[in-house]
């Protein structure tokens, strides 16, 4: 069983920075699918960004700004979050899949990961 945590939220202002951490154990890291989910509330969660085989998958509102990275030899996912907007503000979740994706697209869905962390808050205010 794969156990997620995550760390690194808080509250900033637009256009501030964070970087998100989730510490991965209980399976091989690298051969995960890993992504970044967030939700606010009254929404779905939402695919924000995935790591694939030939680099970050992103979604459409946030590319440009947030750079998702992995460290396989100390098993954690990172979410660089940069030139934050108001309408970032949401729990954000880490997600793994136990299967790899065999298209990019599947990569932003949500039903490929099975293992989500607890969820960290980012609040972004002006």
């Known amino acids: 069983q794969v156990q997620l945590v995550e760390s690194g939220g808080g509250s900033v202002q637009t256009g501030d920075s964070l970087r998100l951490s989730c510490a991965v154990s209980?399976?091989?890291?690298?051969?995960?699918?890993m992504g970044w989910v967030r939700q606010t509330p009254g929404k779905e969660r939402e695919v924000v960004a995935a790591v694939s085989r030939v680099g970050g998958v992103y979604t459409g509102s946030v590319k440009g700004r947030f750079t998702i990275s992995k460290d396989n030899a100390k098993n954690t996912l990172y979410l660089q979050l940069n030139s934050l907007k108001l309408d970032d503000t949401a729990v954000y979740y880490c997600?793994?899949?136990?299967?790899?994706?065999?298209?990019?697209?599947?990569?932003?869905?949500?039903?490929?990961?099975?293992?989500w962390g607890q969820g960290i808050q980012v609040t972004v205010s002006s």
């Open positions: 209980g399976r091989t890291f690298s051969t995960l699918a």
């Open positions: 997600a793994a899949g136990s299967v790899s994706p065999s298209t990019l697209n599947s990569y932003r869905l949500r039903s490929t990961y099975d293992s």
